[in-house]
Structures are given as C-alpha cells and as structure tokens.
C-alpha cells in the first residue's frame, strides 16, 4: 500500500509539474516572443515551485480527509517542505544572481561572482534571527529557523497582496469604476502598431541594402563607403561617412522601434482586455459581479477595521463572524429548536472558506504577475519568471502558517511538526494585520487616484492625430495587430485596403442617389466615410435613426489662405452627409483666430478673411442647401467694397442670404442667451483641472509646454461650449481637434442630469508636401497647395512633392489622390509614353497602391497626373476669384496679409 501511495504521490506531482509549466507557457510567456520561450531551466524551476505549492494544499486537504497513510503523509510533507526551501534559499537565488552576471560577464566570471552574492544573500538571512520579530534567534540554521525567516518575508507579501486585493476586486466587479473602451481607441492604437511596424520594416530594408552595398564594395577591395550623394549629405551634416556606422545607427533605431512596438502591444492587449470587461458588466454575469463587488466592499471595510483592532488591542478568538453568522441563521430557520456545535461546524466552513481564499488568492497573484509581465514584455524574460518563481515560493509557505490558526484544533500539531517546532503566531498575524491595513489603505488611494487620472487622461490613449495610412478608417476593419516582420504586416494592410476600397467606391452611386431612396444603412456608410474615427459607431446609427435632420458642426479660425485639404475634402465631406438630411453648422472662429494671435490678432483682417473662405467653399461645389455659416462677433456679410486696397470690416457691409444659406450673427444669439452660453463655458471650466484644459491646446496648433496666453488657456472650454450651444449632434472637425471633442464628451458625463453626447466624426489630416510633414501649414507656402494656385504653382509644387519610388508609406502624393482626387474625380488617369506602360486608368485606390509599390508607376508619371486632376479640381474656383469683382479683391486683401503663428 505504501508503495502504491507513493507511486500516486510522484503521479501527482509530475501532473502539477506539467501543469505549472503549461500556465507558464500559456499566460505569462504569451507575451513574449519564440526566442524568449526557449529557456527551459527557467520553466523548469517555474513549474517546480509550482507543483510544490499546490502539493501543500493538497497535502492539507489530505490531512483532514483522511487520505493517504500516516507514514507516506509525513514522507510527503517533508520533502514538499525540503524541496521548497532549498529551491528558495538556494537554487533560484544562485540561479538568478548568475543569470544577471553573466548577460555582462564570461561564464566563470559570472559564477564566481554568483556564489559570492549567494553566500551574502544567505549571511543576510541567517542575521534576521533575533532582530525581526516573530523569528527566533539560533547559532545553527535548521527546518525550524529557514521557515521562520522565510514565512515573515512572505506574511509581508501576502499582506501586501491582501490589502491591494480586497480593495482591487471591488473596483474590478462594481461597474461603476468600469471605463468603456470604446472600439475606436483599440484601432486607432492599432494603427499606432501598424505605423510602428511600417518603420521597422523600412528601415530593415534600408540595412539590408546598405549591407549589401558594404559586401560588394568589400569583395571588389575597396573600402566601404557611402554613395556620392550620401557622402554630399555627410559633408552637410547628415550623418557618418562611413556606411558602416549609418548601418549601427539604424540598427540603433531598430531596436528602440522595437521596444516601442512591444509596449504598443502591450497597449492593445489592455484595452482590449477593458473592452471585455466593459461589455461582461453588461451580461447576467457582470451583474452578479457587480453585487459580489460591493458585498467584497463591506468585507474590506470589515478586514481594515478587524486589523486595526487586532493592532492596538489584540484578536478575539472567542467569537468570529462565520460563527455569529451561522448561529443566527440557524435560530432564525430551526425556531430555536436545533442544536449543534456552532463552533465547531464553524471552523470547517472557515476552512473550506479560507481553502477557497488562497486558491483564489494565488490565482489572483498570478494573474496580477501577468498583468506586470504584460506590461514590461519588452524586458527579460528569464529575468522576469524568476523573479515571480521565488515569490510564488515565499506566497505558498506563509499562507500555509497563516493558515493553522484557522485550522480545527487536532490538525494544528500537522504543520507545526513539518516546520520543526511552534513559532511566535501571534507576531506572524501582528505582521499580517499591520502589512495589511498599510496596504489596503495605499491601495485605495492609489485606485481612487487612478480612477481619476483615467477621467482625466482617456482622450490620451489615442495620438492627436494619425498620419494617414492604406487601411482606411473603417471601426472593427482593422485587423487584431501581432508582432509579425514588415512582410507579413504589408500584405495584411494591402487586403485591408481592398475591402476599404471597396466601400469607399460604392459611396460614389451613394451620392448619386435621391436622398428620399437612401436607407438607413446606406446613409450611415456615407457619414461613416467622413472620418477616419467615429466615437461611438453605435451612437451614429441611432442618431440617424431616431432623428431625420441632425446638426453637425465644424468651426474654422480665419487664418490665412485655404488650403485643399480645407477646401476640397471638407466640401466632400459636407457634400456626404447633407445628403443625409444632416444640417451642417460652420462656426467662422473669429473670436477664436484673435484669441489665438492669428492675423496679428486683427479682427478686421480676420474677418476678411472669414468672407473669402466662404466664398472658396461655394465655389468649389459644396452644397449649400443645408449649411449655415455662423460668426463668432456677428454675421458674415456680403461684401460690396470694390477696392482691394482697403480692409473691409464684415460689420461695415451689408447682410443678406445666399444660395439657400443663412448667413447668421452667432453674437446676436450668443447675447440673446447669455446665460446659457456663459454659463457652459463656466461648467466646463470648472469641471475640469488646468491640466486637462492644456492637453487640449494642441487644437490650436500649439503645446502645453508654450508659453500661453491667458486667452489661449480658456480656449479649449470654450470651443467645447460652442458644440452644446449651436445643439451639434456631430462634430465634424480633423483628427487635430479630437481633445476637446472627448472634452466635450467627458462633460457630459459630468452633468445632471446627463447631457447626450455628441458623436465625433473626424476627417484625417492631409500631410504636407515635403519629407516629414504630418500636416499642411499655411506658414509655409511649399508644404500646402492653396485652393487659388495658378496651375503652374500647383505643377511646381507637386514636382518638388516628397515622392520616393515604391515607397507607399508617407506618401504625400499618393495620399492626395487617394483622399482628393479619387473622391472627387471618381478615377485617377495616368498618361504617360508606351515604352513607359501607357495610358492607364485607376478606379481604386488600391490597384493605384499596388503599382507604385512594385514599380510599374513611376514618380515621374504619378506627379504629372496628380497636377493636372488637381488643377482640373481647383479651376472653378481659380474661375470665380477672376470673373468675381467682390471675390478679386477678398483675395488680393488675404494675399496681403502675414501669416501669424
């Protein structure tokens, strides 16, 4: 029989082993690369720790139910017992030390130094006897004192993770501490990925032919240099002249991508993790946890204030709530007519409790070790697994001390056999009480200051703006980003922007169609083609349903001359969703351009300048039927002065109606209901910190760390007012200005009653002609074609374009046709010599993608074609500015005037 009990136990054993190593490989190392997941020594230590621990349960459980034999029990529980501390007093610190060494020394070296601080590690040990109390001072280290010393430094670990536990299942379960992740944060974090991994891929490609260019010069003999244009830019300060030395600086840059990538991927695993957490707290399930959250809420408070009189006064023992509890149910439902031994039905319930407990609890350490791994994946891996390894190993042997007051009285003598003698419990719990409660209370600090921090910060989990990209904007077509080579992410991205294309190109019949015949999904299609972003999808088809003509809005500092990215894609834009029934409100930010120091802060010239953007736009082909132009210091005119010399005041001119749009004063109204204007402005500024308000200034082009005016400050607040004043259900304004959109969200949050949230639909960002330009900008001519360029400036503009040859990320030339002229001219027709491949004709973006990227288009080609669908674009409005009297001179004033920053 003693035999066949041991033959189970080694059974037992090996299946925890394989177990161990199985939860390690599917939880923790998943976040790691193959080449990180080969170290088998260090799985091995894992999984050992692993199984011991559980064992130790197990043989408790045994103990009690009467299993196994007496003798083969005592046999198993001290080689648990052995194994455990020489796995941690001995194996996993040597180990560890010697694998920090010997990443920076020679293997002897690292030995060497590894048994030096291991001897160190154990002289520290054996000196806590006697010194810290609840560890018995002894000349000699047996069973008894290395399970001591290593029980208090694990009672002050389990009291750390108790106190951050009580308190953190509470605000996991009780949805309201549950931040919706919206789908939108996860793509646009996952286009940050795909960006990340874009520039790998390039520069990899940029060391591969840099190498290649060193091995040929160096198997012709010749010392290894740069070209005769790359030795030029040296000489000018670009770089090393040596190309091996360009090669280390990539290699450089390589690497901190890299890191960067792994972070980002740690990012996207979050968020997605908050997403299904959010969506949980919706089910049956998430309910049930919201109340098991509050009722752990009343045991923490309970846990925190037993603690603290265990601390200053001592425990009781006579009485324990399980027993108070169990004796007045039982009162309660037997008339006071059954009788049993409340005490001591109590004390196996509050075992099977505590069993229940500490599975939870290790499971719960765990997985709080995960979420650490997660976060630092981009660190060393056999590093990090010991690390957790020994804590594990501490964990599991002072939760079994812990354990024994809880224990029936009969079975205490178990455990305090195996360990050698009886120890000072009462110092082990006066530890546990104290480590407990410090920590219960910097937990609830620390989450209800991260509550906090996350109200105020979730507009930053995405960029200020994403430079554009093949994969389009669609919510949810992105697909789920790994770390996969610059290969394998270029061809997933191409079949992305098929299926993009392929919805983007319907649109054009969309368009085409009798708005009284669009469907409910149709007209969402097109309002969703507006935006790269759309915060919240859901919202934007229920607002479309429920509501035949919603408003939305997009507000524009006069600043100086329009560029196309300002003309011609918000005229699409506009075009797309009047033809859904929306009413389109463009707020002429006059007020906004002073504040902001644009014109030199000359309201008279920023006024001018209003005029002439209106009249670009109607000019340009934007439907005006459901638009409406409102100022902020009164309406906008039409203008009669005929002298191109004198700046014409917008208040100095008449007023009229164009067209079927109502040009209104936003002043009139503004004063009209001053209350409710000034009164959002003052709400919102006083919801929210200085701090949040400055993470908004980039809307203004401008950073947080500038030097602001006072007006510059209380901008953003009142741009987020102006979206609840003119009653936007939209916002449609560029992926720059998507802060004080989620400002204006998070508002709502805070109001009572609860205002409904505007969606936020945001266009992407044009970028500028040369090399690194995210974005056009009217202080430099070159970066931006302006919608009045002679045809030859726009020829001249985009000849001198940044245009590598097959290079299809930051791409300025490619990303004006495919987001201005496929959209506009429906088409992209190229012509070109037949030895150069011929006339050809692109309907798709993506077969235009496809070309450029493998060589059949040419730069040379592509810049003539995009010119002249440019120039074919951009000539009624050319026309207008010419034939127009009024138009001539707004023109010639705006000309006029500087471009201030």
Known sequence: MAGLALAQTGGSLAALLVAGWAFLRSTILRHYDAAHRRGATVQLLFAAVFALSANLLQLLLCEILGLMEPDVRKANWQFDMLAMLALLLLILPGYHCYVVLHAKLPPLKAVAGAGVLLC????????????????????????LEAVSRVGVLGIILVGV??????????FSYITLFIRPVEKAEIVAMESQLRHTLEAIAQKKRSMAAIQQEIEVQEASGRTPQRSFFGRVLAAMGGGPQDPRQVLLSLEAEVAALDRLRQALHADVVDLKREHQRALRARTLMGHLENLM???????????????SKALVIGEDFSSDPVSKTLGFVLRLFSGGHLRIDVHQVSQYLTLAFIGFISISSLRGFLKHMERFFSALSAGNATTMVLVTTELLGFYTISTMLLLRRNLPVKYRPVISAVIGGDMDYDALHRWFNATFLIAACASTVLFYGLMRQKRQEADDRLPVYMAPSSNGPQDGAAPAVAAQDGAEQQQQEQQV?????????????????PEAELTLDEKFALCRSVGEECVQEEELRRL??????????????????????????????VNKLTKCGVTFKFWVADWFAQMNNKMGGDLKKIQVVGRYLVEIWKAVGMNMERVEFLSASGKLPHCTAASADVICSLRECEWHEHGGVEFLSASEEINKRADEYWQLVLDIARKN???????????????????????QVFYPCMQAADIFFLKADICQLGMDQRKVNMLAREFCDDCKPKRLKPVILSHPMMPGLLEGQEKMSKSDPNSAIFMEDTEQEVKTKIKKAYCPPQQVAGNPCLAYAQHIVLPWCEKFEVERKEENGGNKTYLTYADLCADYESGALHPADLKPALAKHINTILQPVRDHFENNAEAKALLKQVKSFKVTK
């Not at 082009?701 to 030097?707: C, F, I, L, V, Y």
């Open 120 to 143: 160190a590690y154990l002289f520290a040990f054996w000196k806590m006897g006697g010194v810290v109390p609840g560890i018995p001072a002894g000349r000699t280290m047996g069973m």
């Open 544 to 573: 479309l349903e429920k509501k035949p003509n919603p408003v939305a809005y997009d507000g524009f500092e006069p600043s100086g001359r329009m560029h196309i990215a300002q003309g011609v894609l918000k005229a699409l834009n």
């Open 689 to 711: 910190n200085l701090k949040r308000i400055l993470r908004c200034t980039q809307i203004m082009g401008r950073s947080e760390n500038d030097e602001l005016s006072a007006s």
């Open 293 to 307: 959250g509050y009722i752990l809420s009343l045991y923490c408070i309970y846990r925190m204030l037993a603690s």
């Open 161 to 170: 993770l108790s106190g951050y536990g009580s308190v953190s299942l509470p």
């Open 497 to 513: 922007a098929a299926q993009v294309e392929q919805l983007t190109y319907s649109l054009q019949d969309l368009l085409k169609k």
